[in-house]
């Protein structure tokens, strides 16, 4: 029996995933404190492959530290983003900028420079009484399990062929901490 993949309500699927790394290193490349934001596009449903991807470092890494990053995100060193390395059909690149992540558990936002401007706030459900926002169990997301859904109230990324702007509040979003070792 086939099983019908949804189309992407916009035809296409814009994404933008940032990792703020608290602690973390690459082999003996230390990546403490640093933060990137893996940029795709696909032309359709997600799981039909053919990505456009490329990454915003921050302007605070090394070449070394950059390099780690990239071999990090695109899964050539193993790990969680392994796993979709066989999605990706072209990757567009490295930016770099200074990148900002602010987050209070419930609200959250990311700006690097003029590239990437996002901001959203957890989902609660339709309990007023919730004390903690909805998760997402055993999704299959590379970067953790559970996520908590978010809603994004301001959608801006303009790097590396790259672009949307969304002022709707009608997208969605997923946060996690996670933690990942590699393979």
């Not at 296409?12 to 602690?23: G, N, P, R, V, W």
């Not at 605070?60 to 983003?81: F, K, N, V």
């Not at 999605?87 to 602010?102: D, R, W, Y």
């Not at 590396?160 to 969304?166: H, M, R, T």
Request: hydrophobic content about 40%; charged content about 15%; overall charge negative.
């Amino acid at each position: 029996m086939d099983k019908m993949m949804p189309e992407p309500t916009k035809g296409t699927c814009t994404f933008a995933m940032t990792f703020q790394i608290e602690k973390g290193s690459y082999g003996s490349v230390s990546l403490d404190g640093l933060t990137f934001i893996v940029v795709g596009l696909t032309p359709g449903a997600m799981i039909e492959g053919n990505w456009s991807v490329g990454l915003v470092i921050d302007d605070r890494a090394t070449s070394e530290q950059s390099e780690a990053i990239a071999a990090i995100a695109s899964g050539a060193a193993g790990g969680p983003m392994a796993g979709l390395s066989g999605l990706i059909g072209k990757f567009v690149g490295v930016e770099s900028a200074p990148i900002q992540v602010n987050s209070d558990g419930t609200k959250w936002s990311v700006k690097a420079a003029d590239k990437v401007d996002m901001a959203g706030h957890a989902h609660t459900g339709i309990d007023p009484n919730a004390a903690e926002p909805m998760k997402l169990w055993n999704s299959g997301h590379p970067a953790a399990n559970p996520v908590t859904l978010n809603k994004a109230i301001t959608s801006h990324v303009a790097a590396l062929g790259v672009s949307w702007q969304d002022t709707t509040g009608t997208n969605s979003g997923l946060s996690a901490p996670f933690t990942w070792r590699g393979a």
